[in-house]
């Protein structure tokens, strides 16, 4: 009989919760019970229907059919006229590339930018594809906390010197998916400063920018003064414009790392499909006011949910931005893991545990905002009928 055909380097990787969870509410459904899934951030709204129609246009002509092979130089351009009209950014073509979204982007770019060994900064709690990317590179992985009496935003003096001398590559995302927490301007001048002082490259994740709330205004990393130069940005249309399948995404900064991603993306990528590309020109080029309003509603959803469980005695934050809710779990349970097992058998709702996103993300679960309104009133009813928030019940 054969060896095992799977290799060593996939044993890092676990399915765990999201099994068993996905199992469960399987079951529930079977048995007929109803089951509110807020573990995946999947936008539930519909992507503008001038974009759906440029991508139907341009899948009608056979000669798209063919590899694209390259960024078609419209796209790029339609980039480099969105960051100058949304965040004030000049920027030329050659510092974009198309990526299949930010995930795959961010899995594959260090690969192009670290060689075996080399020390890259992460956030901890963190999205899985910082650790993945970081690990599949074959890089050291040092990880700063993120912790809630800091706004969630890391403390750059308690990274030790020595870690920060051997730092290659530095990873952040604010608005943060799954902290739910903003980062100002002044935070930004600061990493800026520290990259340069320490010659670590910056590699921002801006997927959140317009899904903002209270009145702030998202923005680009790359329009802090210096960045340029130390840094690059992965930006997505998947939630702004609700195409998360089409895959749409672009890393935009310093060119010679820009280069890199493109040179490491051409050994195994023959392009984006060019009636993809011809929406995304018309989606980056076309109106934005459903963005803005979208995002209105994004918070009505939050203020449903987040002031909901505070109603019924959880004390959950409103989150800053991203559409996700980042909440501590109840006293009395020992887990996050536990609380979410609690919640699917007794309320019927799914979460995700905190855990999942790093050690620092224990004592937390995230809720996705893909509901309407009148189905999280739902939930923090079905919340509140279960009894969970004592947990002195059985599970």
Request: net charge negative; proline share 5%.
């Amino acid at each position: 009989m054969l060896n095992s055909m799977k290799a060593k380097r996939l044993e890092h990787f676990q399915t765990g919760i999201f099994a068993e969870l996905n199992e469960l509410k399987e079951q529930m459904l079977s048995q007929g019970k109803t089951v509110y899934n807020l573990s995946v951030g999947t936008p539930d709204f519909e992507p503008p229907r001038h974009v759906v129609e440029a991508i139907c246009k341009a899948a009608s002509e056979p000669e798209n059919y063919k590899y694209s092979l390259r960024d078609i130089p419209e796209l790029l351009e339609a980039v480099s006229r969105y960051y100058k009209k949304r965040f004030g950014v000049d920027i030329s073509t050659q510092c974009i590339t198309g990526v299949h979204g930010t995930q795959e982007g961010i899995g594959h770019v260090g690969m192009a930018l670290l060689d075996e060994g080399d020390v890259v900064l992460l956030p901890d709690p963190g999205y899985p594809i910082f650790e993945a990317g970081a690990y599949l590179s074959g890089a050291r992985m040092e990880f700063y906390e993120l912790r809630e009496e800091n706004q969630f935003l890391p403390v750059l003096s308690e990274i030790p010197e020595e870690t920060a001398k051997k730092a290659r590559l530095m990873i952040l995302s604010y608005p943060y998916n799954p902290v739910c927490r903003t980062a100002p301007r002044e935070f930004y001048e600061e990493v800026v400063a520290f990259a340069k002082k320490y010659d670590i490259f910056v590699i921002h994740d801006n997927a959140y920018s317009d899904i903002i709330f209270d009145g702030k205004e998202g923005g680009s990393f790359l329009s802090i003064p210096g960045a340029m130069e130390i840094g690059a940005e992965f930006f997505s249309l998947s939630k702004s414009f609700n195409v998360t399948g089409a895959r749409i995404s672009f890393m935009l900064g310093r060119k010679d790392a820009v280069d890199a991603l493109k040179l490491l993306r051409s050994q195994f990528d023959f392009g984006t499909f060019l009636p993809i590309q011809y929406g995304a020109i018309a989606a980056l080029d076309g109106p934005d006011e459903f963005v803005k309003e979208q995002c209105r509603e994004y918070q009505r959803r939050r203020d449903a949910l987040c002031g909901g469980f505070r109603r019924i005695g959880w004390k959950v934050p409103d989150s800053e931005g991203t559409m996700f809710v980042w909440a501590p779990i109840p006293k009395g349970y020992q887990s996050s893991r536990e609380f979410c097992m609690a919640m699917i058998k007794r309320a019927g709702v799914l979460c995700t545990p905190g855990d999942a996103f790093g050690s620092k993300g224990e004592g937390y679960v995230r809720f996705a905002l893909v509901m309407p309104v009148e189905e999280l009133e739902q939930v923090v009813n079905a919340v509140e009928k279960s009894g969970i928030l004592t947990a002195n019940i059985d599970i």
